[in-house]
């Protein structure tokens, strides 16, 4: 019954690899988003969709492309990876945008 | 540019006593706030929330205050328990922004 779910919790791969993270919301929620949280615990917002049409892209690598085959689901893909994308990655939701967000418990990404 | 901080890292209570997080925002036109806690391990999960047009909101054992002219925010928690320790994040966004600009956090740590 879980809200917000995200998958894999953890991922572990070596710089240069191409990685895909899924999220799913069974909320009826409008909008999704991804956040990135590094290790002092800073969350910063990397995109957000509207019912699958993205709307916002806050200044992310073009290395990290989000897709949303539907309002219910938001992927985040990574290509090329490098040791600074080491952090932890959120999903969330909201009914409408700027409404509060419901957040995943989180995919934390290790890069070798 | 808008930016929101909170004034200590790290918060230690005794069980039983009140609790009081603070944040600080810089954005004048911020017209809606939002408490986060953050458990170990798991996303944020929304705690309270506040417009502008308020300065008290209460909800079971917290109580958000907004003193909108210094720009400050603050989260009180009463009876402080074990369960509560977390970080905490205030969050802000305004009319129009379809995102929510997060705080650095501050952890909560109650000692029995």
């Known amino acids: 019954d879980t809200a917000v779910s995200q998958t894999p919790k953890y991922l572990v791969t070596q710089m240069g690899n191409d990685k895909s993270i899924k999220c799913e919301q069974n909320l009826g929620h409008d909008t999704m988003y991804w956040y990135k949280q590094d290790s002092k615990k800073f969350l910063k917002i990397m995109f957000s969709y509207n019912n699958k049409e993205l709307i916002i892209n806050e200044t992310v690598p073009n290395r990290f492309s989000p897709k949303s085959p539907d309002k219910a689901h938001l992927n985040l893909h990574i290509n090329s990876l490098e040791l600074g994308d080491s952090a932890v990655y959120f999903c969330a939701s909201s009914p409408k945008q700027g409404q509060p967000q419901h957040f995943g418990d989180g995919t934390r990404l290790s890069i070798l | 540019g808008e930016s929101v901080g909170l004034h200590l890292p790290t918060l230690s209570v005794q069980e039983g006593d009140n609790s009081i997080i603070n944040c600080a925002y810089s954005?004048?036109?911020?017209?809606?706030f939002i408490w986060y806690k953050q458990e170990s391990g798991k996303g944020p999960q929304f705690i309270i929330d506040i417009r502008s047009n308020m300065d008290k909101r209460q909800g079971q054992r917290v109580t958000v205050l907004l003193n909108k002219t210094v720009k400050h925010l603050s989260l009180q928690i009463a009876a402080t328990q074990p369960g509560d320790s977390a970080v905490y994040f205030c969050a802000e966004t305004y009319t129009g922004r379809r995102a929510l600009t997060f705080g650095s956090g501050t952890r909560l740590q109650v000692q029995p």
């Open positions: 954005n004048s036109a911020s017209d809606y």
